[in-house]
């Protein structure tokens, strides 16, 4: 099987505000060696545009992704799998919130995009797993680590070293996802009121609070809040909080600019 194949399309919409990015490589949206650095690439653009203040991720066809080119990776040279997983997870490491829309399977590799991303959506027919188990492997793109800190240590124990699947209720349930929309025209739906709801707030103030998080949910608790308290105290010099304040007075929407 071939190493390349497979498309990440890149589309605005929200008068460039919002960045679309969509899997499509056929039914079931195989992510190749090549697709990992797309996405990589695609990230590098978006975060590169100041326009841009959210990215979704969604996929074409009937489901998310099966996961990984598993044939390929016997192409792949041991040495070249040592930094297997920083591309394909570039959501992690962008400033901006990143959401994600699943239906169907979102397996594998697929899966460990997912986990990189901030808020994830999905529906009842969704199923989430880490089938490397039955392949001799284990997961390679941050999944054994994002999932334990999701879900905690014992299920993902569990889901990891059986490959079992996660229903989309249970997902819900575990905090893996924060919406279950009844079908795909709903889970739609619910992410462009999601990108409404957020294109409202401070560009700044929500990648202040994205870097908040993930910084400081593997830090000590001590140390977490020091965190919080000097970001606090930065947005507090910003014009947006100035904004803020001042529509919130006024009972109007406010204006936020990201400054």
């Known amino acids: 099987m071939p190493l390349t194949g497979g498309e990440i399309r890149l589309e605005r919409s929200h008068d460039g505000r919002v960045a679309n990015l969509t899997l499509n490589h056929g039914r079931y949206n195989i ?21 841009v203040k959210l990215v979704v991720i969604r996929a074409e066809g009937e489901h998310f992704s099966s996961g990984g080119d598993i044939a390929g990776f016997m192409e792949v040279d041991p040495i070249d799998l040592t930094d297997l997983g920083h591309n ?27 986990l990189a991303t901030d808020i994830r959506l999905a529906t009842p027919r969704s199923r989430f797993a ?65 990108v409404d709801k957020m294109l409202g707030y401070s560009p700044l103030a929500m990648r202040t609070a994205k870097e908040v998080l993930d910084k400081g949910i593997d830090a000590p608790l001590y140390s977490g809040i020091e965190l919080e308290r000097k970001a606090y105290s930065m947005l507090r010099a910003s014009s947006d909080f100035a904004e803020g304040v001042a529509a919130f007075g006024e009972k109007r929407a406010p204006k936020f600019t990201g400054r």
Do not use: N
């Open 31 to 51: 992510i190749t060696w090549e697709t990992r650095q797309v996405m990589a690439d695609r990230f590098a653009e978006i975060d590169r545009d100041p326009d």
């Open 88 to 114: 394909v997870t570039a959501a992690a490491r962008s400033p901006k919130p990143v959401i994600a829309a699943i239906d169907g399977y979102c397996f594998g590799v697929g899966l460990e995009l997912v």
């Open 130 to 194: 880490l089938p490397e188990m039955k392949l001799g492997m284990i997961p390679g793109s941050g999944g054994t680590q994002r999932l334990a800190r999701l879900i905690g240590l014992s299920r993902a124990k569990y889901h990891v070293l059986t490959g079992e699947r996660i229903t989309g209720d249970q997902a819900l349930d575990w905090g893996m996802v924060s919406v279950l929309a009844p079908d795909g025209e709903a889970l739609e739906q619910e992410t462009l009121a999601l």
